[in-house]
């Protein structure tokens, strides 16, 4: 038995990267080895949380989540405590709010998820200069910059659009922002000065 902590003010933040109409997995917050991840697979967004090793896939549920959102206002506790035999785990607050049945998510198989750091390390050298026009959408940048604790990020000083691209919170060295900075439907041209604005 594992008991993993995460603070409910993280657990709400970070839910905000999530879809909820994808697949199971992907609903989940990934608390891996002291880090907590979440992502929709075009975002992604990392706390180091610390506390014991282990991965545990903890479900997003919306009245989890709630409660969470409440409890964060009194600095409250999510423990979730882990029966790798029984492939179940309980989700309580500081405040005493049970989540009922199993809250976490048992892959049968190694996933996508199992990659993500990964992912990230592709952006472990900076880039040397920009390379592409950074295509982002207002719903992804909200969800992202929700996710971090102060709200407020700053980018990478050049986005190269082949690889993820990197934020961080401006206040909280604990809080790692990653994205997509293409679109994956369409192929956009970097944006320049329109004819219109030339004499």
């Known amino acids: 038995m594992t008991d993993y902590t995460i603070r409910c003010d993280t657990f709400a933040r970070l839910s905000t990267i999530l879809d909820g109409e994808i697949e199971p997995l992907f609903n989940c917050i990934r608390l891996d080895n002291g880090q907590a991840v979440a992502t929709n697979r075009m975002l992604m967004a990392i706390e180091n949380i610390g506390g014991p090793s282990g991965i545990v896939h903890i479900i997003a549920d919306p009245a989890l989540i709630a409660q969470c959102v409440i409890e964060s206002k009194f600095d409250s506790r999510l423990t979730i405590t882990v029966v790798e035999e029984l492939k179940f785990a309980t989700a309580k607050t500081t405040l005493g709010y049970i989540h009922p049945g ?11 998820f199992d990659r993500w750091r990964d992912v990230v390390m ?20 909200s969800r992202l910059a929700a996710s971090s604790p102060s709200g407020r990020v700053v980018f990478e000083q050049n986005i190269d659009t082949s690889r993820p691209a990197l934020i961080r919170d401006v206040t909280d060295y604990d809080w790692l922002g990653v994205f997509t900075p293409f679109s994956a439907k369409d192929n956009f041209v970097p944006a320049t000065i329109p004819t219109w604005m030339t004499p």
Request: with cysteine; hydrophobic share 40%.
């Open 102 to 112: 199993n809250c976490s998510y048992w892959p049968e198989a190694v996933t996508p």
């Open 122 to 141: 592709q952006a472990k050298e900076p880039a040397l200069s920009s390379k592409g026009g950074m295509f982002w959408d207002a719903a992804s940048m």
